[in-house]
Every structure is written in structure tokens, then in C-alpha cells.
């Protein structure tokens, strides 16, 4: 149950309220070596610290949006370790106007800018990670349970995560001849700067822990390490589902 010599790429870390550091800091406490990114210039002094303290090997720009970046990325990961072990995928996207609004009148141009960011760029890293998980792999993607049943103002990013939630299973059964396993990881509500753009957010934050049947709320070190506990050959066996981190709460009526 240890990862020393494993290689991870995490994405997605925005600052230290990030699920993604959550799962950075697990990880690297089990003796992974990291390679993390940064979504820009503006956010690269929040997270450099961050990579710095963690001892990361890698720091490196990553905007999934712009041509070639995640290719990029993965380039840099092969020319540094020539393989991967675990990849970490936390970022989502939806235009304010669209995610905040009903999914009724969402457009066509925000949902695909969604559904690209939020999804297909998981696919996407699926496919340039599979060559270099030559002794396999784990993938990790993050959900929420508006996927699977209608949580007020989720709206477009619903069905986007919905659509994440599929793509893992399928990748799941594709990649699985190659000993890569994909699990979606889903936790209960966070205070990440991602949550902030959804409407009325804290009142479901309190709404949902007085819901919670232990009245707690899930923590970014509550899923780091369980994503780390996953990333072990203790979970060798296990791939292709949603794996809910909310105390319980996706259990209650």
C-alpha cells in the first residue's frame, strides 16, 4: 500500500483548497513522485508554492483548450520519466452564463465548451497516457452526484458529468487488457473556487451536511486518500465505477 518510484500527473490543482492538492499531498505522502499543472500565468503563484513543498518534478502550464497544451504536457512527462503511473484529472468548465441559467436555455457553443473541458479532455488524456502505463496504470477523473440525480442550480453540468461518469466506464473496459484502471471519483460538496460559480452553493453545503447521516462533510484530504488508497496495488482489482467520498449522503432519500 505504497507508491514509492510511481509516477503521477495531477491536474487541476488551483491553490490549497483544491481537491486536486488533496490528492497531490496523498499521494506524495505514499511516496509518488508528481508532476503537476498550472492553468495559466495568472494562476502559476498559487500553485507554484504548492508544487514546490511537494517536491514536484514537474511544473507546467495546462489550458486543455489550446491546441497542442495537453500533447505538451505529456511530451514533458515521457522526456522526464518515460512513463506514468497514475493521472488525476480535476478540472471542469462552464460559462457563467450557462451554468448558472437552466440547462433548457443553455447554448449549444457553452454546452460544447463544457463537455470539452469537463469530459473529452479526460478522454483525451486517456489516450496519450495509455502508451506511457507500459507496467499499467489507475486514471482519475471527479464528479459530483448532480450526475446521477437533479441537484438544484448543477444545471448544464448535470448531464456534462453524467457524460464523465460513462466515458470512465467505458475506459474502464477498453484499457482494461492493459492493466489500466479508471475510476470517477465523486465527493460530496467542497469549498473549491470551481464550487463558487454555482448559484446558492453554500446553501447546499448546509443543506447537504445536515443531510449527511454523520453531519460531515467530505474534505480534500478525505479524498485524497481515498484516490491514493485506489492508486495502490491494494486496489488492483477495482475499475470502472463511481466511487461516492459524502459520508453517506448519495444514500439518503
Not at 483544491?18 to 505514499?30: E, N
Not at 506514468?84 to 441559467?101: N, R, V
Not at 460513462?166 to 474502464?172: K, M, N, T
Given at each position: 500500500m505504497r507508491l514509492d518510484g510511481k509516477k503521477g500527473l495531477i491536474v487541476g490543482i488551483a491553490n490549497a483548497q483544491?481537491?486536486?492538492?488533496?490528492?497531490?499531498?496523498?499521494?506524495?505522502?505514499?511516496g509518488a513522485d508528481l508532476a503537476i499543472t498550472y492553468l495559466n500565468d495568472k494562476a502559476k503563484p498559487h500553485v507554484a508554492p504548492l508544487a514546490e513543498g511537494l517536491g514536484a518534478a514537474l511544473?507546467?502550464?495546462?489550458?486543455?483548450?489550446?491546441?497542442?497544451?495537453?500533447?505538451?504536457?505529456?511530451?514533458a512527462v515521457r522526456t522526464r520519466w518515460g512513463k506514468?503511473?497514475?493521472?488525476?484529472?480535476?478540472?471542469?468548465?462552464?460559462?457563467?452564463?450557462?451554468?448558472?441559467?437552466r440547462l433548457t436555455d443553455s447554448s449549444g457553443p457553452g454546452f460544447a465548451e463544457a463537455m470539452d473541458v469537463s469530459c473529452h479532455s479526460f478522454i483525451r488524456m486517456a489516450r496519450l497516457a495509455e502508451p506511457l502505463m507500459t507496467d499499467g496504470g489507475t486514471l482519475f477523473a471527479m464528479s459530483y452526484l448532480g450526475a446521477q440525480k437533479v441537484v438544484e442550480h448543477y444545471n448544464l453540468m448535470g448531464p456534462v458529468k453524467a457524460a464523465l461518469e460513462?466515458?470512465?466506464?467505458?475506459?474502464?473496459a477498453e484499457l482494461a487488457p492493459k492493466n489500466i484502471r479508471v475510476h470517477i471519483v465523486s465527493p460530496g460538496p467542497i469549498h473549491t473556487r470551481a464550487a463558487s460559480g454555482l448559484a446558492e452553493f453554500d446553501t447546499l453545503v448546509e443543506e447537504t451536511q445536515e443531510k449527511t447521516p454523520g453531519h460531515r462533510l467530505a474534505t480534500i484530504e478525505d479524498v485524497g486518500?481515498?484516490?491514493?488508497?485506489?492508486a495502490t496495488d491494494a486496489a488492483r482489482i477495482v475499475t470502472g465505477d463511481t466511487i461516492f467520498i459524502d459520508g453517506g449522503y448519495h444514500l439518503m432519500g
Open positions: 483544491s481537491i486536486a492538492y488533496g490528492c497531490a499531498q496523498a499521494t506524495r505522502a505514499l511544473l507546467l502550464p495546462l489550458n486543455v483548450a489550446e491546441e497542442g497544451a495537453l500533447e505538451a504536457v505529456f511530451e506514468l503511473d497514475f493521472l488525476i484529472h480535476s478540472i471542469a468548465f462552464a460559462p457563467k452564463a450557462d451554468l448558472q441559467g460513462s466515458a470512465g466506464r467505458y475506459l474502464a486518500l481515498v484516490v491514493a488508497l485506489l
